[in-house]
């Protein structure tokens, strides 16, 4: 029994991983339902789930499931310590909380970007879990843990993009990624990155001692010569008006 589950498994994963791109390790978001299940049924998640999915997982949660299973009290403490020690994903409802199935639904929306696993005992969840497209669904039967087969949505998804009337998530990425990767188009973190101004230093030029003008030699030769000048006309003029003088006496 345990062989044939495991085979079911396997060919799920294929098929996730060949139309979707799910790819270890693989992300199972757990809510309060399943962690319950689990402790119950005495399951190790962490031991049994990567030997079921014959690779590495990593259990995760939100922090609307946290809070839920704070507010439900004493009844599922044993799940709420479950719930701690997975690792907390961030949600959108940060400043206002919604209910543990809204939460897990809201991360698994547009197309399953993050290839998470939805892992619920909630009937009502795992309806709409059904109807996104891509979304491998865990649960719990009879102590053990069970990979849903591909839903009805899904597979309609995958033959609409074999006859080329969708493209889906994971092609999207590859298109793009093949683009960035031949120049095509800027990777957005480039873009992000903008170039800062270099702080540049003081101008060298500036910061030399301004040298002293030298002395302009024509200038003061220049200025000699009228001096001398003045000095001669005025010797002349004496010698002049002294003659004038000597001839009028």
């Known amino acids: 029994m345990k062989i044939t589950r495991q085979k079911h498994a396997k060919k799920h994963l294929g098929f996730f991983r060949n139309n979707f791109g799910v790819r270890e390790p693989y992300q199972i978001l757990l809510d309060g339902t399943f962690c319950q299940a689990a402790l119950r049924g005495r399951i190790q998640l962490r031991e049994q789930l990567p030997r079921y999915l014959m690779g590495e997982t990593q259990l995760c949660t939100t922090r609307c499931v946290l809070k839920e299973l704070e507010t439900l009290g004493n009844n599922l403490y044993g799940a709420k310590l479950i719930a701690q020690k997975c690792q907390v994903r961030n949600c959108p409802h940060f400043k206002n909380a919604v209910s543990g199935s809204e939460c897990l639904l809201s991360m698994v929306e547009e197309g399953n970007p993050h290839h998470y696993f939805v892992a619920t005992q909630d009937q009502n969840l795992s309806m709409k879990v059904k109807k996104e497209p891509g979304v491998p ?70 910061c030399l001692k301004k040298k002293k003008k030298a002395p302009d030699t024509q200038s003061s030769a220049s200025e000699k010569k009228r001096k001398r000048k003045r000095i001669r006309n005025r010797s002349n003029s004496k010698v002049l008006s002294e003659k004038q003088n000597a001839e009028g006496e």
């Open 137 to 206: 669904l865990v649960f719990i039967i009879q102590n053990t843990m069970v990979l849903d087969k591909p839903s009805p949505k899904t597979i309609a998804f995958v033959k609409a993009v074999e006859s080329g009337q969708l493209v889906s998530v994971h092609e999207k990425e590859s298109i793009k990624h093949l683009k960035e990767e031949q120049g095509l188009v800027k990777n957005p973190e480039q873009r992000r990155r903008k170039k800062r101004k270099k702080i540049s230093g003081p101008n060298p030029l500036s």
